[in-house]
């Protein structure tokens, strides 16, 4: 069974710092990754995806991930935040060939001015 | 595209009312899904379709929630009796391939 972990519940840091969320999934079975942005009162948007190729992804509003297959990571990356940034994010994992998407439980970033 | 449209936005109804949450998928995707999100229990699948088609609903709660897709233009999620602990934000995504594509939600409160 495929499962996702987002170890951090909250993270707050400064603006114009750089940020990394840690998201690790389990899974026998070759994968698709997700990250998902959610702004309050709104529905997730998505940041960026791996499907297969280069492990280094460039998604929207300057964030990155990297797919680790060995350490089965894909963490988000940004090297420099804004107040703007200040969301909730959740990594998701999908098997390639299935419909159903398990998403992590969520990361509160929260950028200081 | 309008994007995926719920309807309504919020709704806010008394224990054992019936509720109908509605949603359009976008426009040529084949997969639609049912979540709920809330603060104990985050985002949880309740629901999806291929091809108008209940594929899982390992994740609706018990037999008081239903979901129905008469065609590949709408979807409804159906709450009959409500309860107070169904309070929560229902979304619904839709999919062509890998990408989901979600609504902004109904904010339901049941009081």
């Known amino acids: 069974a495929q499962s996702v972990t987002q170890l951090d519940s909250q993270v707050p840091v400064f603006e114009e710092a750089p940020v990394e969320l840690r998201c690790n999934y389990s899974?026998?079975?070759?994968?698709?990754l997700f990250w998902y942005v959610q702004y309050p009162n709104q529905g997730l948007q998505l940041l960026l995806k791996?499907?297969?190729?280069?492990?280094l992804v460039k998604g929207i509003n300057g964030f990155e991930a990297e797919f680790n297959k060995s350490q089965t990571s894909f963490h988000l990356r940004k090297p420099s935040v804004h107040i703007s940034d200040t969301a909730e994010y959740f990594c998701?994992?999908?098997?390639?060939?299935?419909?159903?998407?398990?998403f992590g439980t969520g990361t509160r970033l929260k950028v200081l001015a | 595209d309008a994007g995926v449209i719920q309807s309504p936005r919020h709704e806010v109804t008394e224990m054992g009312q019936e509720v109908t949450l509605r949603c359009k998928p976008i426009?040529?995707?084949?997969?639609l899904f049912w979540y709920r999100q809330t603060m104990m229990r985050g985002l949880e699948l309740l629901i999806y379709f291929n091809n108008n088609v209940p594929i899982d609903d390992s994740g609706m709660p018990e037999d008081r929630f239903s979901a129905k897709m008469p065609n590949a233009s709408f979807s409804t999620l159906k709450i009959q009796p409500s309860e107070p602990r169904d309070s929560a934000v229902y979304f619904c995504?839709?999919?062509?391939?890998?990408?989901?594509?979600f609504g902004p939600g109904t904010r339901l409160t049941v009081l």
């Open positions: 998701a994992v999908v098997s390639s060939g299935t419909y159903k998407y398990i």
């Open positions: 791996y499907l297969s190729g280069s492990t």
């Open positions: 426009s040529g995707h084949n997969s």
């Open positions: 899974s026998s079975v070759s994968v698709y």
């Open positions: 995504a839709s999919s062509f391939i890998e990408e989901q594509f």
